[in-house]
């Protein structure tokens, strides 16, 4: 029997969930004998290592808590309610929105992997204003208009984009806000990587970076964000990374020291050569 269902069964706040989320979630659980342990093992260290890189000393952690510093003040300005966090990974900005925000919000994580989504669980603990649910951003197993507020951080570049996108205009309700983040192309950090992919023949020169051929500028993300629907109101670029791969790698410390000095240069004219940007977008009400 599942001990920890993943799940959205009982939420409160967000109704009329499908029956479909309810019944993928429920078939999940980390208590798993058999054959299929070793996989669940592997999901559930992938996870963990990816939440370690949040923590661990170099460019990496710099660039995750810039993120969430910038996301959550854009969903502190935000009127309480719903948030979806789309590709909530190991639920880092779930716990630290649950921390920080003032307001009540109800919040669901949702992610492809369940590993992701058991690692995070784990992380928020019994909560009744959180819930999580399994499924794509590309066809979310979730209501129209259910959210004052859909975040997909981090989880774009794996996806088809816009198809997501449309996804996420979708579940947000008129007038609400939808908060997403894309790696730079243009940066010269992700430019270096190109390289590097290229040099190496390699899918990504990190376990969790996808290739940059899947990157969008911030002009190509406004013109599909527009096309669903989705008016961008702030776009702001971080992480001034400014020691290359692969020296960031090799010399962590000394990589994160730079990169916090630079960060100033994120609010200067040359902020465009941030390695990220994120996107504030607004869903009109109808007749505005
Ligand atoms: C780089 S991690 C970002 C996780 C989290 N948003 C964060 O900022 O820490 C990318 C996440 O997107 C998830 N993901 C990838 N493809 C997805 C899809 N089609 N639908 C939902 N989640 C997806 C992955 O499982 C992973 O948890």
């Not at 990496?60 to 993120?67: K, L």
């Not at 730079?184 to 270096?192: A, G, H, K, V």
């Not at 290229?198 to 990504?204: D, I, V």
């Not at 376990?207 to 940059?212: D, K, L, N, S, V």
């Amino acid at each position: 029997m599942a001990k920890h269902p993943v799940g959205i069964e009982g939420s409160g706040g967000i109704e009329g969930s499908s029956d479909h989320a309810s019944f993928e979630a429920k078939a999940y659980d980390d208590d798993v004998t058999g054959p299929e342990a070793a996989w669940w093992s592997e999901r559930r260290q992938a996870a963990r290592s990816y939440a370690a890189g949040y923590e661990t000393p170099g460019s990496d952690a710099h660039f995750y808590a810039r993120r969430l510093e910038l996301v959550c003040r854009l969903v502190q300005d935000c009127p309480a309610g719903t948030v979806l966090d789309a590709g909530c990974g190991p639920g880092i900005l779930i716990e630290r929105l649950q921390r920080t925000l003032e307001a009540p919000f109800q919040i669901v994580g949702l992610d492809v992997d369940p590993g992701m989504l058991l690692e995070a669980r784990d992380r928020v603990g019994p909560r009744d204003d959180v819930r999580f649910v399994r499924g794509s951003l590309d066809d979310l197993p979730l209501p129209s208009g259910s959210f004052d507020v859909a975040l997909a951080l981090g989880s774009l570049e794996y996806t088809d984009v816009a198809r997501s996108l449309s996804e996420l205009a979708r579940v947000t309700r008129p007038g609400g806000t939808v908060i997403v983040s894309m790696l730079n192309p243009r940066s010269p950090y992700r430019l270096c990587e190109r390289l590097i992919q290229r040099l190496r023949n390699s899918p990504s020169a990190h376990p969790f970076m996808p290739r940059i051929e899947r990157l969008y500028t911030v002009e190509q993300i406004g013109a599909l964000l527009r096309g669903n629907g989705l008016l961008p109101d702030r776009i702001v670029y971080y992480d001034m990374n400014l020691c290359p791969p692969p020296f960031d790698q090799r010399f962590p410390r000394f990589a994160q020291d730079v990169a916090e000095r630079f960060e100033f240069l994120a609010r200067s004219p040359l902020r465009a050569l941030g390695t990220a940007f994120v996107v504030r977008c607004r869903i009109p009400r109808a007749g505005s």
